[in-house]
């Protein structure tokens, strides 16, 4: 062989032995983070690959707000025994309630003591991720679900100001028809209904009674708990009625364009208000709790879990290392309109929403969210979508309570 033809050889032999290489690491993350929801996945990302360039990082996403197809196709590859490497789930009964009760899971309790991390995250999420011994999946953000948004310039013009209450709301909502802004409360499709019914809710039981709910302390056919619903009817009375066929982001549009006053929405929105839509905090957009909420943060994390028996166990470890650092921390939450999990974050990498964000997250009572995984395991979460579509069909609000009542028995909350 001529050296020229040994040389090709050779290099040849380096190319296919480089790709196998790169071909054997790689690592799957699973999530529902697409399209305008995936800039600050795709920021992480693009640091993991920086830190490992031998490794290809998959993105995999399914489409829908809330997860709400993304649960489904994961039961699907966690039954079939195809598991990604790393997943999103919720801190809470999202995760606790499903794959640790079904033992797919590993323990991160080595993780979080070799990273040195029971002292950076809040005991309180801690313990939210923890269940028989172990500390189940690292948590990446904190987002708020309570929060009512605005356009400040549009609130002048109409002389509306956010309101305190929901019957401060109901009434506000009165004016601003009678200034021709038919459907002041933009909504969308059946959980972010859910998502609108768990602020009600929280208005109308305080935290105590929200948080009784979720004890079993507190029944749903509680007078107290059938207001909820009440209340609900009638703020949804000021919605647009083609809810049903605007994901979240059509229904915060509605709101920017001044189609609607207000929007209820988890501050999900601010991230795809202000790195999407690059609107100014304060100006593009404003934000005050949502009606009778003030000093309470109902909290929900977005986590990422290790699920046995993976393809790339090594690389989704560093994965979970990388999220669950300050620096991947501060790198994911400014764009993704949340704050950081950990205690210490650099603030001042953080928009003036999320710097409020976090002031009350250190100053606020603290409960965890429905709509989200923290307070309820999946089997009560999927059904209350039903409840909802009672409700939504009969507006009546003794059957919606009883029918959530039901479930709750049925899959023993809060036992
Ligand atoms: C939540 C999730 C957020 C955001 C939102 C809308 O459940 O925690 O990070 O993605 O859904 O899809």
Redesign the pocket.
């Known amino acids: 062989m001529s050296r020229r033809a040994v040389l090709l050889a050779c290099t040849l032999a380096a190319v296919f032995t480089a790709s196998a290489a790169r071909a054997q690491h790689k690592l799957e993350i699973f999530s ?2 697409a399209g305008d ?1 995936g800039p600050a996945l795709k920021a992480l990302i693009d640091r993991y690959s920086a830190l490992y360039p031998n490794t290809q990082a998959i993105n995999s996403t399914v489409t829908g ?3 709400v197809n993304a649960r489904a196709v994961l039961k699907t590859r966690m039954l079939g025994g195809d598991p990604p490497d790393s997943f999103q789930v ?1 801190a809470g009964q999202e995760l606790i309630g499903t794959w640790v009760v079904a033992n797919r899971m590993e323990d991160l309790t080595p993780l979080f003591k070799s990273e040195g991390w029971m002292e950076k995250f809040p005991p309180g999420l801690i313990s939210l991720l923890s269940a028989k011994g172990g500390i189940w999946s690292v948590p990446v953000n904190i ?1 708020r679900s309570n929060v009512m948004w605005y356009v400040p310039a549009n609130l002048k013009k109409w002389g509306a100001a956010p309101p305190k209450t929901w019957d401060e709301f109901v009434a506000t909502c009165k004016a601003l028809q009678a200034k021709g802004v038919q459907y002041p409360l933009a909504l969308g499709e059946n959980w972010t209904q859910v998502h609108l019914w768990e602020s009600v809710a929280l208005g109308v039981l305080g935290p105590d009674g929200w948080s009784a709910l979720w004890s079993g302390k507190m029944k749903f056919t509680d007078p107290r708990a059938v207001k909820a619903w009440d209340t609900f009817g009638r703020v949804l009375a000021c919605a647009n009625p083609d809810a049903s066929g605007l994901s ?1 982001q059509q229904a915060t549009d509605r709101m920017l364009k001044g189609d609607a006053a207000f929007n209820v929405m ?1 501050d ?1 929105a601010a991230g795809y208000m202000a790195t999407t839509l690059k609107l100014q905090p304060g100006e593009g957009f404003g934000w005050a709790p949502s009606p009778g909420t003030g000093g309470t943060f109902m909290m ?1 994390s ?1 986590s990422f879990g290790l699920p046995k028996g993976v393809k790339h166990r090594d690389a989704s470890l560093k994965w979970l290392k990388l999220l669950g650092s300050r620096e991947g921390q501060d790198i994911f939450n400014p764009l993704k309109g949340s704050i950081a999990a950990r205690l210490d974050s650099d603030l001042t990498k953080y928009n003036a929403y999320l710097q409020a964000a976090a002031k009350d997250w250190k100053s606020n009572k603290v409960v965890g969210s429905l709509a ?1 995984g923290a307070v309820a395991p999946e089997s009560f979460g999927s059904q209350f979508g039903t409840v909802m579509e009672i409700f939504l069909s009969g507006k009546n609000p003794q059957a919606a309570a009883s029918a959530a009542q039901a479930i709750a028995d049925q899959v023993r909350l809060g036992k």
């Open positions: 529902w983070w929801e707000g809330s997860g919720h987002h979240w988890g999900w929900l977005d989200h």
